[in-house]
């Protein structure tokens, strides 16, 4: 039963019967890793750079306006995250839980090891940067949370780091964007470098992919990578892959109601596509959601983001409440071959439907993103 009465039902949500808990076994490290981090003292912090083959920049941290401590604090928490990923995957690769048959022979084998040892520590010194830049400002360091990372297999090692990094990718800009306007031009250079490695993580990872037992994601995904914002990376940490109330960091970024595409190996083609909606969600960091959405609203449109383009938008159809589980699911349609769209795209739940910018399509967004993860 469709329902308009979503204000009500937030009301009484303490009463629903829980959700099923997100399909990935919670798998975590304990911070700090054996390596010091996220507090290496010095000896520990030589180290770090040999095993990410590079150093923290070595010049002297501006002081930075009041909005990019916000940039800083979402790096941090993503960066923890990702160095959380690597660190459980690479101890994974290390100790045979993912068995030959995931590797062509051991030299393929030693490879990936090797590549997962130097990405982790990446992620170190990209937390770092980001911490680094709190600290010199007086602001507080963000806390490792715990995290729920799906690593049962090689594959879903891959796969996570994916649709992490692409949405790290897409936010980068936005992020770019914020601090040229704050006035903090020099942070722009310095995360411009951290994204070209993400990128190379990026072309890794998929070439890595199987897809329907193929390799059919080559590493360059599109010509200009997909536009995304600080709030859409936030809200996905907290949605996804932050553990409930783990997050006491207090950031001062939304989080949307989690939007998910239900449909799996999405192919470039024009295609409805069906979503859903958590109207209940369990949040890392406990944040209260607006309550006041009219979902019965004709004015309620998915918007889709792709390459540097110009958000474009699509009627819902099909809405459904289901007000026990508190879960609202609607088709949309996804016109990727018309739109030339491949690779990965945001998609996002908003009021009205003329955002012309990923930044507006996140102003106007009510629930998302929806990772779009094509098959190619
Ligand atoms: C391998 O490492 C993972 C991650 O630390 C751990 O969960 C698992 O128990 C280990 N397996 C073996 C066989 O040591
Ligand atoms: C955009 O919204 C207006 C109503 O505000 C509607 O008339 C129009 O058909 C919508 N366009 C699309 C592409 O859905
Ligand atoms: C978009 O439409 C809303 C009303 O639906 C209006 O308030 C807003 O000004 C419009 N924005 C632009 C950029 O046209």
Redesign the pocket.
Known sequence: MYSSDLFTLLLSASLATALPAPAAAPNQNQFPINDGFPNPNNDQLQKIFRGAHGTLPNTPIPKFHADTFKSLQLIATNELAEVSLYQICLLKLKNGTFGPENFVNEEHRQFVIATFDAFYQQEEVHTLIGQGGLQANGQPEVQPSQYQLKTDTYQDCLTTANILGDNVLGTSQGVINQAIAAGDSGLAAQLDSLIAQEGQQSGFLRSEMLVNGKHSRIPGAMPAYTASTREFLFALLEQNFIKPGTDKNNINLPVYFPLSVQNKNIDPVDQTLNYQVNLNPKTGNNYKFISKVNWDSK?L?LAYISGQNKPF???IKNVKMNSKRLILTFDADFPADTNIINGFAVGALTS???STTAQEVTSNTVAGPATIELTN
């Open positions: 004015d449109y938008f699509e009627p009205g439907n003329n």
